[in-house]
Structure formats: structure tokens, C-alpha cells
């Protein structure tokens, strides 16, 4: 248990949609990621945030949204769902933003847009 | 950031020792050497992470070369819940432009037998 937790667990949405991915961090972790990571692939990072504020961000287009929140939680929004956003999400927490910190990720939350 | 070349997949029984090599030719200065480990439909859990020389922990090994442009994970008499996917990582704060974003690759899939 990493003491990270995601919510739903699966979600099935259409071609379009939005969606809203939740994460909640480990008490007194002040970075959240968020990863997407497509089937038999490594996990690809999406953005990450850093008490409230997003400060780092990987190859994905502005439908890809975010949010973090002063009670440890996260949010992850898609806009304008298409068919190759299907993934499993994941979040994952650090204390800070050191390279040497250890990463806990959550279980993920399995997207299938149809 | 240093990319990681690993094999794709590796066999083994139970109770013999598994060596994961990873290469990684352009690692720099600042750059940490972490893995993790990822079973199906869960998120990647932290096994050990180094800079140099040899690092253990209570589940793995790691063996850093002075060169430091490969690294070794060690698995001290696998058993079957090994099973899974391992991920090598390369990064450093600083070259991340102040985040600690990971980057993954496909990972090696290993498989232990009865």
C-alpha cells in the first residue's frame, strides 16, 4: 500500500466526452504526476503540479487539464475524449521535487473511450 | 534526460537469481538510477534506486559500473509473485528544468516458472 488512492477504478466514456480522473496523495506530499501509460507500454508523463501550481509538462495536447488541491488531492480532466486516450491513468506523489525522492503511485484508473 | 535500452522479456524458475541489465550511454553527471517494479493493472512500485558502486536493500540489489553507463538489478532467489515488469530509470531534477518527471520505456517483462 503507497497510501495513494485513485478514483473511479474503470470508466468507460465515448468519443467526445469529458472526463474526470481523481487522486488523492499521501498526507504532506506537496507534488502530484499524472501518467498515462497505453496497454503493454511504459507509463508517459502527462504533467506534474507542485503545491497548486502545474510546473512541469510532458508531450500532451491542452485537453490534458489538471488540478491539485491544499488537501492533498488531484485531479486529472480530459476534454474532447478521442478513441487513443484509452490508458490506465496514474498518479503518483512526492514530498518535493527532488530526482532522488521516491515516486508512490496509486492503482490507476482504466479509461475506455468507445 | 539519459535514455534506457532493456530487454524486452527474460525467463527464470523459482529460487534462482535474476540480473536485469540496462543501458544507459548517455547518463549524466546528476543522474540517479532508479527502478521500479509494475504487476498488471497496478501502478509501478519503487525497488531501489543508486548512483555508483552497489546499493541493497532488503528486496534487490543494484550494481553501478564506474562508468556508470549501465547498471545491473539483482533479484536474490525469485519466486513466483516476481513476475511482473521492470522498469530503469534515468533522471535528474536539474536537467528536468526543476521537475522530477520519469521517464520510462517499455520496461522487461520477466517470468518466473514453477
Known amino acids: 500500500e503507497t497510501g495513494v488512492t485513485q478514483s473511479p477504478t474503470h470508466l468507460i466514456k465515448t468519443r467526445g466526452q469529458q472526463v474526470t480522473l481523481r487522486c488523492s496523495s499521501q498526507?504532506?506530499?506537496?507534488?502530484v504526476s499524472w501518467y498515462q501509460q497505453a496497454l503493454g507500454q511504459g507509463p508517459q508523463f502527462i504533467f506534474q503540479?507542485?503545491?497548486?501550481?502545474?510546473?512541469g509538462r510532458g508531450n500532451f495536447p491542452p485537453r490534458f487539464s489538471g488540478l491539485q488541491f491544499p488537501n492533498y488531492s488531484s485531479e486529472l480532466n480530459v476534454n474532447a475524449l478521442e478513441l487513443d486516450d484509452s490508458a490506465l491513468y496514474l498518479c503518483?506523489?512526492?514530498?518535493?521535487?527532488?530526482?532522488?525522492?521516491?515516486?508512490?503511485f496509486g492503482p490507476g484508473t482504466r479509461l475506455l473511450v468507445l | 534526460l539519459a535514455k534506457t535500452t532493456q530487454p524486452i522479456s527474460m525467463d527464470s524458475y523459482e529460487g534462482q537469481e535474476v540480473n536485469i541489465t540496462c543501458s544507459h550511454n548517455n547518463i549524466a553527471t546528476n543522474d540517479y538510477i532508479t527502478w521500479y517494479q509494475q504487476f498488471p493493472s497496478q501502478g509501478p512500485r519503487f525497488i531501489i534506486q543508486?548512483?555508483?558502486t552497489k546499493v541493497t536493500n532488503e528486496v534487490a540489489s543494484l550494481f553501478i559500473p564506474a562508468d556508470r553507463k549501465s547498471s545491473t538489478l539483482s533479484l536474490p532467489r525469485v519466486s513466483l509473485s516476481d513476475t511482473a515488469v521492470y522498469y530503469c530509470l534515468v533522471g535528474d531534477t536539474r536537467f528536468s528544468g526543476g521537475y522530477n518527471k520519469l521517464i520510462f520505456g517499455a520496461g522487461t517483462r520477466l517470468a518466473v516458472h514453477p
Open positions: 498526507s504532506g506530499h506537496n507534488t
Open positions: 503540479y507542485y503545491r497548486e501550481e502545474e510546473n
Open positions: 543508486g548512483y555508483k
Open positions: 503518483a506523489s512526492t514530498p518535493g521535487t527532488s530526482a532522488q525522492e521516491t515516486q508512490y
